[in-house]
């Protein structure tokens, strides 16, 4: 029985890179889509946000010289390409699929809609929402909060490198201790890296929780829908 009838997960653009320094790894991206596979085929609806860190990051390009409204749209374009990759895996495995585009751009995607995307999985579709909010700004975590509250999801599965939210960077603190779970307001008070402050505001005043877990572990998106406790719950 799978704990979240619909989930809004959140993919890293960076993580798609795999062993890679640049780009798409086709490993990776198999693995991410036999593991929505396997969740989806427990009639999870899902809804799905990818960053675009691994091909281009406007603020990171705003810092190099680019305007920084050119620089996020950029970005938003690198989130669409990573979204049409994300729908191709999908579709080689069986799993129908919409890419959905906050920004006009058919054929490529269809122009998202909240009620488009919720009739769309409830008909059996992965959703893949791409370009972000459509708007310079803003990052792919407000953008995954949005849709989140949007499409109604019962929480947001924020998949990352790490197992979790921790103290201190676990990457760079070996003291760093993990959460099981933490509220939204100590999140806030310690200034923890969970997602951008626009993010976590938006999911508190909406009571989206956030589950932070390791997705480039495979098995392991399944595990959190089976109510496994192998990550941090963010809530209020």
């Known amino acids: ?4 009838k619909r989930i809004l997960l959140k993919l890293s653009g960076e993580s798609l890179m795999g062993k ?11 693995d991410y889509a036999r593991q929505i596979k396997e969740i989806h085929e427990m009639g999870v609806q899902i809804g799905i946000v990818i960053g675009g ?15 920084r409204v050119k620089g996020d749209q950029m970005g938003m374009c ?31 995607g269809e122009f998202y809609s909240k009620w488009k995307a919720i009739e769309a999985m409830e008909n059996g579709n992965v959703c893949i929402f791409s370009a972000g909010t459509g708007s310079p ?20 599965l924020k998949g990352t490198r790490v197992d979790g939210v921790y103290t201190a960077d676990p990457e760079k603190d070996p003291t760093a201790k ?28 909406n009571n989206l929780p956030i589950y932070v877990f ?17 990550g ?5």
């Open 78 to 108: 690198a989130t669409v390409i990573n979204s049409l990759a994300l729908s191709s895996a999908l579709g080689a495995n069986g799993v129908k699929n919409k890419v959905l585009t906050a920004i006009r751009m058919e054929p490529i």
């Open 214 to 230: 390791n997705m480039d572990v495979v098995g392991n998106l399944k595990k959190v829908i089976d109510g496994e406790e192998i």
């Open 178 to 205: 993990k959460f099981k779970d933490i509220t939204y307001e100590d999140v806030l008070e310690r200034g923890l890296k969970v997602m951008d402050l626009t993010a976590i505001c938006m999911c508190k005043e």
């Open 137 to 156: 700004y803003f990052t792919t975590d407000t953008g995954s909060s949005l849709r989140g509250i949007e499409i109604e999801a019962d929480v947001m």
């Open 232 to 236: 941090t719950l963010v809530h209020n």
């Open 1 to 4: 029985m799978a704990r979240f």
């Open 20 to 30: 890679q320094s640049f780009g798409i790894d086709p490993e990776r991206l198999a």
């Open 53 to 67: 860190g691994n091909i281009f990051r406007g603020l990171s390009g705003s810092q190099k010289g680019f305007d």
